[in-house]
């Protein structure tokens, strides 16, 4: 198959969906990886670094997406790229649909078969292709944090772990997760005080152990979370329903319930962010303020640490891109039934169930949508989530 590798558009965005590592993976089966020019750049990886492991360098994005049969690529495409794109094209990228209706119709409209990162599923349901950078946002979402409550950048002004003599602050984690846990690893080696909320109390329960009772967990409820509003310094929103839009986990008038400068770190933005607040952001400006609160909703956060997030990315996308090149999607979906989730968008239909009701579109089967075998792909995952 070949495989087309763009440079990343959208603003701030420095990572690129394959590495050196990833290139002679591909061409040892028999894969042709074409590269734009420049687009390791921002991850510091050299054109020739890519040429030395059997990447064809070519000069402009469109000539990439008129020869690749799949396009790998990290952050959804922006509009110009989805006019490129053409019928039974393949396109394996993060895509965040369910509050986007304007890409899912564009997407619809190229006829190309679209796999979202972020809804591939392992055996045990987990998100495979979306931990990782769960793994780095929610690092970042406690150090950005921790910057944003500095006075001079409007916030409240306290030091996350205080000192001899005066309190730490206060992190409220809300989203146990792959992004809560880390946010609340990176808030307790700050020495803040810290409560992670979460509706499974098996997931409490787990953190309870990995954290060996250094955090408080609580079990999220509307009275819980307004009752720690007013002590909470930052507020990471950190929940996600598979697929799903995100649930608004802090209303407007519970702003009010803060202390003014206290920051909130939206980093579920990119399904929609989980403040009623919220509205994306860019590294260049991560922040607004809304009723004296400070938010940061930077919907690709680990975009700024390209150096770890690449490597990070594509180690956990790679083995997938392998099986898709090699098998076709539907092969690589009786392979690995966990990809079948991740098919968002197909031959012009919306293919998984919680996008279809995010967007308002209609929920197609993948296999019908592709004319397959059902029997072929026995996972219907997408269809009760
Ligand atoms: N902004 C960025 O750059 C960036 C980067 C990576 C991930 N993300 C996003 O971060 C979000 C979290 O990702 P994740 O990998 O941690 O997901 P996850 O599935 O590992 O964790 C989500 C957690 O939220 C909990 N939850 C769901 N609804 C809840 C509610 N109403 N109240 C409390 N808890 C609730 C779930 O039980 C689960 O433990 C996703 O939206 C993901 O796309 C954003």
């Known amino acids: 198959m070949k495989i087309g590798v763009v440079a990343e558009i959208k603003s701030d965005e420095y990572r690129v969906a394959v590495t050196p590592a990833g290139v002679r993976e591909l061409s040892e089966h028999g894969h042709e990886v074409l590269i734009e020019a420049g687009a390791g750049e921002g991850s510091a990886i ?5 040429e030395a492991q059997g990447a064809r360098l070519v000069d402009a994005p469109a000539a990439v997406f008129e020869q690749a049969e799949m396009i790998l690529h990290v952050k959804e495409l922006q509009a110009a790229e989805i006019a490129m794109l053409r019928p039974g094209q393949l396109l394996f990228t993060y895509l965040h649909l369910a509050p986007d209706p304007e890409q899912t119709s564009g997407l619809c409209g190229s006829g190309a078969t679209c796999i979202a990162y972020e809804t591939v599923e392992d055996a045990r349901g987990r998100l495979p292709l979306l931990a990782p950078m769960s793994e780095i946002a929610g690092k970042i ?3 950005a ?3 944003m409550l500095e006075k001079p950048l409007g916030g409240r002004g306290i030091l996350l772990g205080g000192v001899p003599g005066v309190a730490a602050a206060n992190v409220m984690v809300i989203g146990g997760g792959v992004v809560g846990m880390n946010a609340a690893f990176i808030a307790i080696g700050m020495e803040a005080d810290v409560f992670v909320f979460d509706r499974s109390i098996d997931r409490l329960r787990e953190l309870e152990v990995a954290f060996g009772g250094r955090c408080s967990t609580v079990y999220s409820t509307t009275l819980a979370v307004e009752e720690m509003l007013p002590r909470a310094d930052l ?3 950190a929940v996600l329903v598979h697929g ?3 649930p608004y986990v802090i209303k407007r008038e519970q702003l009010a319930l803060m202390r003014p400068g206290a920051v ?4 579920a933005i990119d399904q929609g962010g989980c403040f009623e607040t919220s509205r994306p952001t860019t590294h260049h400006e991560p922040t607004f303020e809304v009723d004296g609160i400070i938010h940061y909703c930077v919907a690709n956060m680990p975009g700024a640490v390209p150096i770890t997030s690449t490597h990070a990315l594509t180690n956990a996308t790679l083995p997938y891109a392998i099986a898709i090149a090699d ?12 990809l079948r989730p991740g098919v968002n968008v197909a031959a012009g239909k919306v293919t998984h169930a919680a996008v279809a009701e995010g ?3 209609d929920y197609v089967p993948v296999e019908e949508a592709l004319g397959l075998d059902r029997s072929e792909t026995a996972n219907t995952k997408a269809e009760v989530s």
């Open 46 to 50: 050299a054109d020739a670094d890519f």
């Open 141 to 143: 979402a406690t150090q």
């Open 145 to 147: 944090g921790a910057f």
């Open 235 to 237: 507020v990471i929103g």
């Open 244 to 246: 799903a839009r995100a």
């Open 264 to 267: 909130l770190v939206d980093v």
């Open 327 to 338: 098998r076709g999607i539907a092969g690589a979906i009786e392979h690995d039934p966990g």
């Open 359 to 361: 967007v308002g579109m």
